[in-house]
C-alpha cells in the first residue's frame, strides 16, 4: 500500500511560497501594473526547461539548464512593444524557480532520511488491521498472522544477510530443502507510516520468524525471536514426531535439538 511523501509536500508548498513572495516584491515595485494571471501563466511558463535528471541517495533530482520557457514567451511577445519588458521578471522567476524547488528537494531529503529511515522495518510496518497471508508455496503451513506478536518485534528486529552459505547449501545442494520455499508467503494489507511516501513487498519466511523487505532500491532481511504465524510451530512438531516415528531421526537427534531450544 502506497503513501503520500509528506515532506516531499511541506518542502514543494515552501518552494512555492518563496516563488509567489519574490513575484508579489516584483509586482510591487513595478510601476505598470501587468494583468495578475498572465503573472501567472508566465511563471508557469518560465519553469518549462531543457533538464536532466539525477539520482540522489534514492531520489529523483531535476536540474534545469535551458530556459525553455523563457525562450518560447519572448518569440510571443518580442513583437508587442514594452509586453516583454513588462513580463520578463515573471518567466524568469518561474526558470529560476526551478532551482528553488531544486533546493528544497535536497534540504527535504536528509530530513525524509531521518524520519522515515530506509532500513527501519517500522516504517514498513505500521498498521497490520487488514494483514493477511498469501501462499505463494505448497510448503507453506501457516493459519494466518499474528497481528499483535508482529507489532510487539518490531523494535527487536535484528538485520541479518539475506544470501549466507546455508542458504546456498540448502537451495542448490540438498535435494529435500530445494523442494520447499524458503519465503512461501507473502504479508499484505499492510500500511506503512503516513506520510512516509514508502512501500515494500514483505515475504515472511517458512518458520515465521524471518521478514524480507523488497523495496524498489533495496532489499532488507530481517530475523525475530518468535514465529509471527500461526500454526507453524505445530506443524514443525508434527513433522519432527513423523521423522521420529519413521525411523529417520534418532533419540540422540531429537534431544539435542530440544536441549538447544531450552538454552539458546
Known amino acids: 500500500m502506497n503513501s503520500f511523501n509528506l515532506i516531499a509536500l511541506i518542502a514543494s508548498c515552501i518552494g512555492w511560497l518563496a516563488i509567489l513572495s519574490i513575484a508579489l516584491r516584483v509586482y510591487k515595485r513595478q510601476v505598470e501594473k501587468p494583468k495578475r494571471w498572465y503573472v ?34 519572448y518569440a510571443f511577445l518580442r513583437r508587442k512593444e514594452g509586453r516583454w519588458k513588462l513580463y520578463r521578471p515573471y518567466a524568469w522567476l518561474g526558470f529560476w524557480g526551478n532551482y528553488i524547488f531544486l533546493v528544497t528537494t535536497l534540504l527535504a531529503i536528509p530530513i525524509h532520511a531521518a524520519i522515515y529511515p530506509a532500513d527501519d522495518p517500522s516504517t514498513y510496518i505500521s498498521n497490520v488491521k487488514n494483514a493477511s497471508l498469501i501462499h505463494l508455496h505448497p510448503s507453506a503451513r501457516g493459519e494466518g498472522i499474528q497481528k499483535e506478536h508482529l507489532l510487539s518485534q518490531l523494535e527487536s528486529m535484528k538485520p541479518e544477510m539475506f544470501f549466507t552459505e546455508e542458504w546456498y547449501e540448502a537451495t542448490y545442494l540438498n535435494r529435500e530443502e530445494n523442494e520447499r520455499e524458503r519465503m512461501p508467503y507473502q504479508l499484505i494489507g499492510v500500511a506503512p507510516k503516513w506520510g512516509s511516501g514508502r512501500s515494500a513487498v514483505l515475504f515472511i519466511e517458512e518458520d515465521g520468524k524471518g521478514i524480507l523487505l523488497t523495496t524498489e532500491e533495496k532489499q532488507y532481511y530481517y530475523r525475530l525471536d518468535a514465529s509471527v504465524i500461526e500454526g507453524v510451530e505445530r506443524h514443525d512438531e508434527r513433522k519432527t514426531q513423523n521423522l521420529y516415528n519413521s525411523g529417520l531421526v534418532s533419540r540422540r537427534v531429537l534431544c539435542a535439538r530440544h536441549l538447544s531450544g531450552l538454552f539458546f
Open 40 to 73: 501567472v501563466l508566465f511563471i508557469l511558463g518560465g519553469l518549462l526547461s531543457f533538464s536532466f535528471n539525477v539520482v540522489l541517495w534514492g531520489e529523483l533530482v531535476r536540474f534545469a539548464f535551458l530556459p525553455l520557457g523563457v525562450w518560447i514567451l
